[in-house]
């Protein structure tokens, strides 16, 4: 669910994607001398202590690395002289922007910064990130002050795992906040299909507004984990008027809610005396259209309240908490589930996220034609998923016979472990997945496929293509015996809508 721009004022309302309360951490950097890399990532805003040295210099709250010294400023290879530093983020996302404070480095900052961005999949050494990772530009080249927060818009679509900052020529940086929107790998977790916690920053959940934060901030509500305080909280101050408290929650995707969590941990003497909850499909304001989810309800201190909406509730895109009077809430919880819609409004969005490289693969395994692939990522950004299908169809439709070929060759016969041709592993997954008819089939039948199979491929000069997802064994060897008669150019056509069919039905699944 992408911003709207009237929800907020700043990109600095978002979520730092890099936050070490997200798990972003600092892995590998050119040199650190004075000061470690891992405090370009800590939560709590730097410090000067004018007495504190170590035995390398004065210690600073940053990251500084030695002076350069050369000539110029250029390196061994010829180029400009820069130190790096890799970051990888606690949730990966489209970044918005970045803010590149240099607080306390008044005569040791960089004159320059530049930003890129990486996908890495997995969990690979921090080496491994620094030889290998394909990094895209997100900042070019660009002037920094010292003692000051360095704040750059950044416009940019696509999702990234990883961000590099190189400082020009040396020098130190006391932290970097990468703020953006969260577009999680919904399969770590646990899939779109499952009970999520829509209300999560690290999914992308949002607090967009509140009536007050006084005493902290309404972004604590949506951290992971358990609140170490009431500075960790969200706390407005005491109310002298008539009603209610609130914050109004964007939700990571529009879902029906289940199942609320309620938590005001350390929260003993300012605890709300209660709490109730709203929910809308279009957030508008004042002029939203609020539901009721949960009737008010009262709170009790230190104390994580489990509270159920109605079994039949709505879904909705916001949430609105109130608190009556006022006073502090640890945490908030909105577990729910998405519709087959929601579902693939996400999976839209995350293709369009994606890298060229990253999409390619990603519809390889949807259709094995690399020209089918290829035509579809330069159709993107997909407004919905209509639109997705329309590029489809058109890609079908300029594939050659050679190109068809390539897509029936990714798939393993049907009662087959392997592709005749080149496949992924996520491709070859999928196939086991479809063919889960085959599994229970005895061994006459087993054998019989495997022969007319061999037939098959003999006359017609490719496999036997059939959506099998659903069918049963015998189902499977009846069209197969039904298919054997005709001739080439009708298995080819026949083939290729089957193909049609397997695609839509992988593509509904993309992650």
């Known amino acids: 669910m992408s911003t709207n721009a009237n929800e907020l004022a700043s990109f600095t309302d978002l979520v730092d994607?890099?936050?070490?309360?997200?798990?972003?951490?600092?892995?590998?950097?050119s040199d650190d001398f004075f000061a470690g890399m891992e405090n370009l990532v800590k939560a709590k805003e730097p410090v000067w202590d004018e007495h504190a040295y170590t035995d390398r210099g004065k210690w600073m709250d940053g990251w500084e690395s030695k002076r350069a010294h050369r000539e110029n400023h250029v390196d061994a290879d010829g180029g400009e002289h820069h130190d790096d530093c890799i970051v990888r983020l606690g949730a990966p996302g489209l970044v918005r922007g970045v803010v590149v404070d240099t607080a306390f480095f008044r005569g040791n900052y960089p004159s320059h910064c530049a930003i890129a961005g990486a996908v890495v999949d997995g969990f690979p050494s921090a080496r491994a990130v620094a030889a290998e990772a394909r990094w895209l530009p997100l900042?070019?080249?660009?002037?920094?002050?010292?003692?000051?927060?360095?704040?750059?818009?950044?416009?940019?679509?696509?999702?990234?795992?990883?961000?590099?900052?190189?400082?020009?020529?040396d020098g130190g940086v006391a932290r970097l906040r990468v703020y953006g929107e969260p577009l999680p790998d919904w399969r770590v977790h646990g899939g779109l299909e499952g009970e999520l916690d829509l209300a999560s920053c690290e999914l992308g959940g949002l607090v967009v507004a509140?009536?007050?934060?006084?005493?902290?901030?309404?972004?604590?509500?949506?951290?992971?984990?358990?609140?170490?305080?009431?500075?960790?909280?969200?706390?407005?101050?005491?109310?002298?008027?008539?009603?209610?408290?609130?914050?109004?929650?964007?939700?990571?995707?529009?879902?029906?809610?289940r199942r609320v969590v309620?938590?005001?941990?350390?929260?003993?003497?300012?605890?709300?005396e209660?709490?109730?909850?709203?929910?809308?499909?279009?957030?508008?304001?004042?002029?939203?259209?609020?539901?009721?989810l949960v009737a008010r309800v009262p709170l009790q201190p230190h104390t994580r309240h489990v509270l159920f909406p109605a079994p039949d509730a709505a879904a909705c895109s916001h949430v609105r908490l109130r608190v009556f009077p006022d006073g502090g809430l640890a945490r908030f919880r909105l577990f729910g589930v998405l519709d087959d819609a929601e579902r693939q409004v996400q999976r839209v969005r995350r293709l369009n996220a994606m890298t060229r490289d990253?999409?390619?693969a990603a519809l390889h395994t949807c259709c094995g034609s690399r020209a089918f692939a290829a035509q579809v990522t330069s159709a993107r950004p997909f407004v919905d998923l209509a639109a997705l299908g329309r590029a489809v169809d058109a890609?079908?439709?300029?594939l050659t016979e050679a190109d068809w070929l390539e897509a029936f060759a990714a798939h393993p016969r049907i009662g087959g472990t392997r592709p005749a041709g080149h496949a992924s592993a996520a491709s070859q997954a999928q196939s086991g997945q479809e063919q889960r008819g085959m599994g229970v089939a005895d061994a006459a039948l087993t054998a019989r496929m495997a022969e007319l199979n061999e037939q098959y491929a003999k006359k017609h000069g490719f496999i036997y293509i059939v959506k099998a997802s659903g069918k049963s064994a015998a189902e499977l060897l009846a069209l197969l015996e039904a298919r054997l008669g005709n001739d080439r150019s009708t298995e080819l056509k026949t083939a290729a809508e089957e193909q049609r069919k397997i695609t839509a039905l992988r593509l509904a699944r993309i992650a």
């Open 262 to 272: 309620v938590d005001t941990s350390h929260f003993k003497g300012n605890c709300p």
């Open 274 to 292: 209660s709490f109730a909850l709203e929910g809308c499909e279009r957030y508008e304001g004042e002029r939203s259209a609020w539901r009721e």
């Open 17 to 29: 994607l890099a936050s070490e309360r997200l798990g972003g951490a600092s892995i590998h950097c």
């Open 358 to 360: 990253e999409a390619e």
């Open 139 to 169: 900042l070019p080249k660009s002037p920094l002050t010292g003692n000051s927060k360095n704040t750059f818009a950044i416009e940019s679509e696509l999702r990234v795992t990883h961000v590099r900052l190189r400082i020009f020529p």
């Open 395 to 398: 890609a079908f439709g300029a």
């Open 210 to 257: 509140c009536s007050d934060m006084f005493f902290g901030s309404r972004h604590n509500l949506l951290f992971p984990g358990f609140s170490s305080g009431m500075h960790d909280g969200w706390e407005t101050r005491r109310s002298r008027r008539a009603g209610f408290d609130w914050a109004v929650v964007r939700l990571a995707a529009r879902g029906a809610p």
